[in-house]
């Protein structure tokens, strides 16, 4: 199901000890909805689906007796969202690869200095208009819809086809367009492949058409059966990898046990035999078919994968989620990719080799004309958007502009390994990024760092770097760095960057790390030894903001 009111789609709650800090500080959580009236959308399940489904029609909610008043207020998300901050303790198992247990959830989000602000870029980002709105069509338009029938042409509104499966079998040439109906949702059997020269949107009314790489949802009935083990549900998932279970929109995040059935132990943890194709839930509550409206299961597949050599695609006014890899990733030497106007939220969480990963926009070993404006991209597990590769590519005219990006680990970030890279002409401009790594895929780690945090993350230090700006965004309460990036002194002095807002929030900082570093990585001991893991006050931040700006036009704030 396809929640666009849900617009706090915000990960698992805090432990009782970032709870207590945060009610020492008198801090007050408040939602950010949308104030939009829930819908019901037209679900394509699979693209062998007979009929269309609703998410509507599933068993209520049975959730803890404590929690159904807040739960039910939740549903109905009319505005405001109400109750108690719910808090749950921190769990310890050396076994698993997990995401942090400590973050904010939709039921007890965070409350920044740029509410107002974001609130009113996330209502515009959602209420954009259609794809021929904004780009000229040239060639002819293929109709997409859950109440198509992949019998039809595919060529009018009339005769839309039903599968994004069967977006695969169009002859698609350079100037075509493939449209997806606005208020349905459509569930990934085979990652989309891009051609070059085609655009991706929408058309009709209602929501932004949704493409989830979830296969279906997993509250649906019957779909439950009790195990071996006392409060551990089964369920068949045949799909390589379980990257994360997101709960009712957010409400809750599954953590990824490992180690077997055996590391259940409390609620929403979850283990995925790939083998026997069966993956374990634990749900104390009864048969989760029954606690949970919706839960979404995130498989490997990634949504849009570009291929080698592919330009000139553009994706627009999508909701792309639940996705344990990538909403839009590139594999290498891809030049003018566009994504504007789009919903992008809960994506990666899935294993490589001892690590986990996944970006919600990517472009792999070079890129060229690379725009991404005017997105709401939440709660990935490593990073929003980030172009990247091994190889000593060309990156050229990086635009990154007018975009919300809220629960990210990282927001921008862009390396290559190899010191023959050359990058030019990055803009990052007019976004706001919110609550960075405070999100569902910041590991706590033992209070130590993973290594890919910040608001912006680069390692550029031994490459050829020109024409970076970083101007008019606004830094929301970042929970570790703002700026963790290895350059060299040359490439500090050329920075340019002008008008941004820093807001820090030390009591949300300390929820992973007692003194957490406001920068990271550079080239320089001496910053490095005076700013990292160092209990900053206005003082120190100010004297950290005039290194990267030096005409004084950016601000930043401090608050206990």
Known sequence: MKQHTLTADFCRKYLNAAAALLLAAGLVLSAGCDGKKAVTPKDNASSSASSNTSDGSNPP???????????????????????????????????????AGNCASLLNPLKGYADDKAEKMRNGILATGNTEQYYKITGKKY????????????????????????VASLSLEEGD????????????????????????????????PAIYASPKNYAADNIW????????????????????????????????????????????????????GIIYLYCDKGNPSKVYKDI??????????????????????????????????GLEKNSDITVTNCEIGYIGGIEFGTVRYGNAITLWNGCGKFNVSNNWIYQSFDTAVSPQGSAGYEYTSITFTDNLLEYNNVDFEWYDHSASAKWRNIRCDGN??????????????????????GCLRGATANFDFSGFSFKNNIMDC???????????????????????????????????????????????AENTAKYFNKDVNSQTLEEI????????????????
């Open 545 to 560: 903001w005039r290194l990267w700006d030096k005409d004084s036009s950016s601000k930043a704030y401090c608050f206990d």
């Open 225 to 276: 059966q009790p195990s071996l083990k006392k409060n551990v549900w089964k369920a068949e998932f045949s799909y390589k990898q379980a990257g994360s279970m997101v709960f009712d929109h957010g409400k809750e995040v599954g953590f990824l046990k490992i180690a077997g059935v055996d590391q259940l132990t409390s609620n929403t943890d979850f283990y995925h035999n790939a083998d026997e």
């Open 296 to 329: 979404e299961i995130c498989s490997e597949m990634r949504i849009f994968a570009l291929a080698n050599d592919v330009s000139n695609v553009t994706i627009d006014n999508l909701c792309l989620k639940y996705s344990g890899d990538c909403a839009v990733a």
């Open 432 to 453: 706001i990024m919110r609550f960075t790594s405070l999100g569902w895929g910041t590991r706590p780690n033992d209070a130590s760092y993973r290594g890919i945090e």
């Open 177 to 208: 367009a493939v449209l997806f109906e606005r208020g349905s949702v459509f569930r990934l059997t085979q990652t989309i492949s891009p051609i070059s020269g085609v655009i991706y949107g929408s058309y009709g009314s209602g929501d932004k």
């Open 478 to 524: 970042p929970g570790r760095e703002v700026i963790n990036w290895s350059m060299s002194s040359e490439q500090l002095a050329a920075f340019d960057m002008s008008g941004n807002t820093l807001y820090l929030n030390k009591t949300y900082r300390k929820i992973f790390n007692s003194n957490p570093a406001i920068m990271r990585n550079l080239n320089n």
């Open 61 to 99: 909610e049975q959730a803890e007796s404590a929690a159904s008043e807040v739960n039910s207020a939740a549903d109905r998300l009319a505005g405001t969202l109400t109750g108690e901050t719910t808090v749950k303790k921190q769990r310890s198992d050396a076994n698993e690869i997990r995401p």
């Open 143 to 166: 109709y997409v819809s859950a109440d198509g029938d992949n019998a039809n042409s595919g060529l009018s509104p009339t005769e839309a086809i039903r599968s994004v499966d069967m």
